[in-house]
Protein backbone atom coordinates (compact mmCIF):
# COMPACT_ATOMS: atom_id res chain seq x y z
CA UNK A 1 0.00 0.00 0.00
CA UNK A 2 1.59 2.98 -1.15
CA UNK A 3 1.71 6.10 0.89
CA UNK A 4 0.68 9.46 -0.03
CA UNK A 5 2.38 10.10 -3.54
CA UNK A 6 2.88 14.32 -4.73
CA UNK A 7 4.68 15.06 -7.59
CA UNK A 8 6.80 16.60 -8.87
CA UNK A 9 8.98 16.27 -5.22
CA UNK A 10 10.77 20.06 -7.03
CA UNK A 11 9.43 22.20 -9.08
CA UNK A 12 10.99 25.49 -10.96
CA UNK A 13 9.03 28.11 -11.97
CA UNK A 14 9.69 31.86 -13.64
CA UNK A 15 7.35 34.64 -12.14
CA UNK A 16 3.96 34.47 -14.19
CA UNK A 17 3.57 31.07 -15.36
CA UNK A 18 1.50 28.41 -13.61
CA UNK A 19 2.58 26.01 -11.02
CA UNK A 20 0.78 22.40 -10.66
CA UNK A 21 1.17 20.17 -7.64
CA UNK A 22 -0.27 16.67 -7.65
CA UNK A 23 -1.29 14.67 -5.09
CA UNK A 24 -2.45 11.15 -4.96
CA UNK A 25 -3.89 9.84 -1.56
CA UNK A 26 -3.42 6.59 0.18
CA UNK A 27 -5.45 3.86 -1.23
CA UNK A 28 -9.27 4.16 0.52
CA UNK A 29 -8.62 7.49 1.53
CA UNK A 30 -11.26 9.90 0.46
CA UNK A 31 -10.18 13.26 2.40
CA UNK A 32 -7.12 15.20 1.50
CA UNK A 33 -5.67 18.28 3.03
CA UNK A 34 -2.91 20.73 1.42
CA UNK A 35 -0.52 22.43 3.28
CA UNK A 36 2.23 24.91 2.55
CA UNK A 37 5.72 25.22 5.12
CA UNK A 38 7.86 28.31 4.82
CA UNK A 39 11.59 27.51 5.86
CA UNK A 40 11.87 26.80 9.88
CA UNK A 41 8.10 27.01 10.21
CA UNK A 42 5.15 24.81 10.45
CA UNK A 43 1.83 23.93 8.20
CA UNK A 44 -0.23 26.08 7.68
CA UNK A 45 -3.05 24.70 6.55
CA UNK A 46 -4.86 25.80 3.06
CA UNK A 47 -7.58 23.53 2.01
CA UNK A 48 -9.61 20.56 2.57
CA UNK A 49 -11.29 18.30 -0.02
CA UNK A 50 -13.45 15.26 -0.39
CA UNK A 51 -14.12 13.36 -3.67
CA UNK A 52 -15.44 16.49 -6.32
CA UNK A 53 -15.79 18.84 -3.50
CA UNK A 54 -14.07 21.70 -1.85
CA UNK A 55 -14.69 21.30 2.22
CA UNK A 56 -13.63 24.15 3.39
CA UNK A 57 -11.05 26.58 1.74
CA UNK A 58 -10.56 29.30 3.97
CA UNK A 59 -6.84 29.14 4.30
CA UNK A 60 -5.94 29.41 0.73
CA UNK A 61 -5.14 33.09 -1.03
CA UNK A 62 -8.02 34.14 -2.52
CA UNK A 63 -6.58 34.84 -5.94
CA UNK A 64 -4.11 32.87 -7.99
CA UNK A 65 -5.01 29.23 -6.20
CA UNK A 66 -7.37 26.74 -6.83
CA UNK A 67 -7.69 23.25 -5.60
CA UNK A 68 -9.73 19.72 -6.78
CA UNK A 69 -10.00 16.54 -6.67
CA UNK A 70 -11.70 14.47 -9.24
CA UNK A 71 -13.73 11.69 -9.03
CA UNK A 72 -10.88 10.00 -10.88
CA UNK A 73 -7.04 10.78 -10.78
CA UNK A 74 -5.15 12.75 -7.75
CA UNK A 75 -5.65 16.07 -6.28
CA UNK A 76 -4.35 19.25 -8.26
CA UNK A 77 -3.13 22.46 -6.16
CA UNK A 78 -2.82 25.11 -9.16
CA UNK A 79 -1.21 28.23 -8.67
CA UNK A 80 -1.45 30.77 -11.31
CA UNK A 81 1.09 33.63 -12.27
CA UNK A 82 3.35 32.65 -9.28
CA UNK A 83 5.39 35.14 -7.57
CA UNK A 84 8.57 34.78 -5.33
CA UNK A 85 6.52 34.89 -2.81
CA UNK A 86 4.53 31.06 -3.57
CA UNK A 87 8.34 29.56 -2.96
CA UNK A 88 7.79 27.63 -0.51
CA UNK A 89 7.36 23.52 0.50
CA UNK A 90 3.71 22.52 -0.49
CA UNK A 91 2.49 19.56 1.46
CA UNK A 92 -0.61 16.89 0.63
CA UNK A 93 -2.20 14.70 3.58
CA UNK A 94 -4.85 12.44 3.42
CA UNK A 95 -7.05 10.49 5.97
CA UNK A 96 -9.13 7.63 5.83
CA UNK A 97 -12.00 9.33 8.22
CA UNK A 98 -12.58 12.87 9.30
CA UNK A 99 -12.81 12.24 13.16
CA UNK A 100 -14.55 9.75 15.35
CA UNK A 101 -11.56 7.02 15.03
CA UNK A 102 -8.85 6.32 12.35
CA UNK A 103 -8.17 10.17 11.56
CA UNK A 104 -4.37 9.89 11.21
CA UNK A 105 -3.44 12.12 8.44
CA UNK A 106 -0.31 10.63 6.37
CA UNK A 107 1.68 13.13 4.49
CA UNK A 108 3.38 13.28 1.53
CA UNK A 109 7.00 14.06 0.80
CA UNK A 110 5.97 17.51 -0.53
CA UNK A 111 6.57 19.70 -3.68
CA UNK A 112 9.31 22.25 -3.24
CA UNK A 113 8.48 24.97 -5.45
CA UNK A 114 11.03 27.77 -6.57
CA UNK A 115 10.00 30.67 -8.38
CA UNK A 116 12.82 32.45 -9.93
CA UNK B 1 7.10 41.24 0.21
CA UNK B 2 8.47 38.87 1.63
CA UNK B 3 7.57 37.07 4.82
CA UNK B 4 10.98 36.26 7.40
CA UNK B 5 11.53 32.83 8.33
CA UNK B 6 11.45 32.43 12.57
CA UNK B 7 14.36 29.96 13.96
CA UNK B 8 13.30 27.50 15.11
CA UNK B 9 14.23 26.88 19.05
CA UNK B 10 16.50 24.19 19.07
CA UNK B 11 17.05 21.22 21.90
CA UNK B 12 20.61 19.60 22.19
CA UNK B 13 20.46 16.56 23.64
CA UNK B 14 23.18 13.87 24.54
CA UNK B 15 22.86 10.23 22.80
CA UNK B 16 21.19 7.93 25.56
CA UNK B 17 19.37 10.44 27.23
CA UNK B 18 15.96 11.47 27.97
CA UNK B 19 14.15 14.14 25.55
CA UNK B 20 11.52 16.40 26.53
CA UNK B 21 10.08 18.65 24.19
CA UNK B 22 7.30 21.29 25.16
CA UNK B 23 4.01 22.85 23.45
CA UNK B 24 2.04 25.50 24.54
CA UNK B 25 -1.43 25.68 22.32
CA UNK B 26 -3.50 28.23 22.05
CA UNK B 27 -7.41 27.09 22.07
CA UNK B 28 -8.96 25.66 25.05
CA UNK B 29 -11.71 24.09 22.28
CA UNK B 30 -8.96 21.74 21.00
CA UNK B 31 -9.42 18.33 22.02
CA UNK B 32 -7.42 16.24 20.04
CA UNK B 33 -3.57 16.67 20.01
CA UNK B 34 -0.75 15.04 17.22
CA UNK B 35 2.43 15.09 17.61
CA UNK B 36 4.56 14.96 14.60
CA UNK B 37 8.27 14.24 13.33
CA UNK B 38 10.17 15.66 10.62
CA UNK B 39 13.18 15.05 9.16
CA UNK B 40 15.14 17.28 6.53
CA UNK B 41 13.60 17.28 3.18
CA UNK B 42 10.50 15.12 3.95
CA UNK B 43 7.08 15.31 4.56
CA UNK B 44 6.08 14.97 8.58
CA UNK B 45 5.33 11.50 10.52
CA UNK B 46 2.91 10.86 12.98
CA UNK B 47 4.48 9.99 16.42
CA UNK B 48 1.91 9.98 19.11
CA UNK B 49 -1.64 11.48 19.37
CA UNK B 50 -4.18 12.34 22.69
CA UNK B 51 -7.37 13.05 23.27
CA UNK B 52 -8.42 15.34 25.76
CA UNK B 53 -10.22 13.03 28.03
CA UNK B 54 -6.79 11.54 28.28
CA UNK B 55 -3.57 13.58 30.40
CA UNK B 56 -0.73 10.67 29.36
CA UNK B 57 -0.57 8.29 26.84
CA UNK B 58 2.61 6.37 26.14
CA UNK B 59 3.83 4.42 22.77
CA UNK B 60 6.83 2.84 21.24
CA UNK B 61 10.17 4.87 23.66
CA UNK B 62 7.77 8.32 23.37
CA UNK B 63 5.49 9.84 26.40
CA UNK B 64 2.92 12.42 25.52
CA UNK B 65 1.77 14.36 28.33
CA UNK B 66 -1.07 17.05 28.25
CA UNK B 67 -1.76 19.42 30.84
CA UNK B 68 -5.14 21.33 29.92
CA UNK B 69 -4.95 23.41 32.96
CA UNK B 70 -2.35 25.58 31.53
CA UNK B 71 -2.91 24.24 27.81
CA UNK B 72 0.58 22.82 27.45
CA UNK B 73 1.70 19.61 25.58
CA UNK B 74 4.99 17.90 26.31
CA UNK B 75 6.54 15.08 24.28
CA UNK B 76 9.10 12.76 25.86
CA UNK B 77 11.59 10.61 24.22
CA UNK B 78 13.22 7.81 26.23
CA UNK B 79 17.07 7.07 25.08
CA UNK B 80 17.32 9.38 22.33
CA UNK B 81 19.34 8.22 19.18
CA UNK B 82 20.92 10.12 16.12
CA UNK B 83 17.74 8.76 14.30
CA UNK B 84 15.29 11.41 16.48
CA UNK B 85 17.53 14.03 14.98
CA UNK B 86 14.75 16.12 13.31
CA UNK B 87 11.98 18.90 13.67
CA UNK B 88 8.98 18.17 15.94
CA UNK B 89 6.00 19.55 15.74
CA UNK B 90 2.72 19.54 17.71
CA UNK B 91 -0.52 20.14 16.09
CA UNK B 92 -3.85 20.73 17.91
CA UNK B 93 -7.77 20.17 16.48
CA UNK B 94 -11.02 20.91 17.75
CA UNK B 95 -14.17 18.57 17.84
CA UNK B 96 -16.07 21.57 15.45
CA UNK B 97 -13.14 22.00 13.23
CA UNK B 98 -11.08 19.76 11.23
CA UNK B 99 -7.82 22.24 10.61
CA UNK B 100 -5.14 20.69 12.49
CA UNK B 101 -3.09 24.28 13.82
CA UNK B 102 0.59 23.71 13.99
CA UNK B 103 3.26 25.47 16.67
CA UNK B 104 6.26 26.33 15.20
CA UNK B 105 8.09 23.28 15.98
CA UNK B 106 12.01 22.07 17.79
CA UNK B 107 14.99 21.19 16.20
CA UNK B 108 16.13 18.15 18.25
CA UNK B 109 19.73 17.91 18.12
CA UNK B 110 21.54 14.81 19.10
CA UNK B 111 25.20 15.03 20.28
CA UNK B 112 27.22 12.21 20.10
Known amino acids: NAGVMQNPRHLVRRRGQEARLRCSPM?????VYWYRQLPEEGLKFMVY????????ESGMPKERFSAEFPKEGPSILRIQQVVRGDSAAYFCASSLRLRGGDTEAFFGQGTRLTVV | GESVGLHLPTLSVQEGDNSIINCAYSNSASDYFIWYKQESGKGPQFIIDIRSNMDKRQGQRVTVLLNKTVKHLSLQIAATQPGDSAVYFCAEMADSNYQLIWGAGTKLIIKP
Open chain 1, 27 to 31: KGHSH
Open chain 1, 49 to 56: LQKENIID
